[in-house]
């Protein structure tokens, strides 16, 4: 089975998950990644699947586009914050690569009896599991949940238990935007790192600081989602050419400045998480 993780784990850099609204931000994604050599995740947040068209219809769009545009790097799609067991094996029926199963809000053993679940379906298909333990802040797609710092001992417990590939311990960071400055908990993080052996994922990463992120990836991050800093660079483009020009109505007109404002962010967060090059590194490694 391919993690794409792998390689980062091991080298402490980041494959950065970058979540798709539209076939604008997948164009994007595929294309900047390409452009920087380096590996990358596409993400669907399993509350917007449906209006993006549908598991089935985003794997091929996925398969298609990632054909057309001649990608070469390391690209996967992944199904963000699978609600339940069912939608998870449901991604991984219509051809997903990855899926991530939240239990989070759920007690420890339920959450560790449908991780394993998930697991042993994902495994037998070859594909990879995530899993989150405590609670990433915020709103993320019209979901709202309290900050709570993921306790120890169970993050322990769903790793032993489950054989995931990776896990999100949430240890402080927020969906959306911050209030305040972001607070990571790095004692926790260091701790969980000598007691567990797999990859962490950042869930929220738009808005920490880079002297943090380096801290977080040193402690073995190997995947960091990106999302609010993509949208607001996104919305921040379309306000502005509209605002401009209050006669144009013309879509592409109006979608095109919010391209590049997407392929400068995306750039910007490779580099940040240190996976620029990476998947040319691997290539000449081998
Ligand atoms: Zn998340």
């Known amino acids: 089975m391919y993690n794409i993780l792998d390689d980062a784990f091991e080298k402490r850099y980041a494959v950065p998950q970058f979540n798709m609204n539209g076939l604008?931000?997948?164009?994007?994604?595929?294309?900047?990644?390409?452009k920087?050599?380096?590996?990358?995740?596409?993400?669907?947040?399993?509350?917007?699947?449906?209006?993006?068209?549908?598991?089935?219809?985003?794997?091929?769009?996925?398969k298609i586009m990632k054909k057309d545009l001649g990608i070469t790097v390391p690209a996967v799609l992944h199904?963000?914050?699978?609600?339940?067991?069912?939608?998870?094996?449901?991604?991984?029926?219509?051809?997903y690569d990855s899926v991530m199963y939240d239990g989070s809000k759920l007690p420890i053993e339920e959450n560790v009896k449908n991780t394993r679940?998930?697991?042993?379906?994902?495994?037998?298909?070859?594909?990879?599991?995530?899993?989150?333990?405590?609670?990433?802040?915020g709103t993320e797609d019209g979901i709202y949940s309290d900050l709570a710092y993921a306790d120890q001992n169970e993050c322990i417990q769903l790793v032993k238990e489950t054989g995931v590939d990776s896990l999100a311990p949430a240890l402080?960071?927020?969906?959306?935007?911050?209030?305040?400055?972001?607070?990571?908990?790095?004692?926790?993080?260091?701790?969980?790192?000598?007691?567990?052996?797999?990859p962490f994922v950042l869930h929220g990463a738009s808005g920490i600081s880079d002297a943090d992120l380096q801290k977080a990836i040193s402690y073995g991050h190997a995947k960091i989602n990106y999302n609010t800093e993509l949208n607001i660079a996104w919305s921040d483009a379309v306000r502005k050419v509209l605002t401009e020009n209050q006669e144009l109505y013309a879509p592409m007109e109006i979608f095109e400045p919010s391209k590049k404002a997407l392929d400068e962010v995306i750039e910007?967060?490779?580099?940040?998480?240190?996976?620029?090059?990476?998947?040319a590194e691997q290539v000449t490694s081998k």
């Open 24 to 34: 604008i931000w997948l164009e994007s994604i595929l294309k900047t990644a390409e």
């Open 36 to 62: 920087c050599k380096a590996p990358v995740i596409v993400g669907t947040t399993d509350k917007i699947v449906d209006k993006l068209g549908g598991f089935e219809l985003l794997v091929s769009v996925f």
């Open 79 to 95: 199904l963000d914050h699978g609600q339940t067991v069912e939608r998870c094996k449901e991604a991984i029926d219509a051809g």
């Open 117 to 137: 679940e998930v697991v042993e379906y994902a495994h037998h298909h070859g594909v990879t599991v995530e899993a989150e333990v405590g609670s990433v802040g």
């Open 172 to 198: 402080g960071s927020v969906h959306g935007k911050y209030k305040g400055e972001p607070n990571l908990g790095f004692d926790e993080m260091a701790s969980l790192r000598e007691a567990t052996d797999v």
């Open 268 to 279: 910007t967060v490779i580099k940040r998480t240190n996976a620029y090059q990476k998947s």
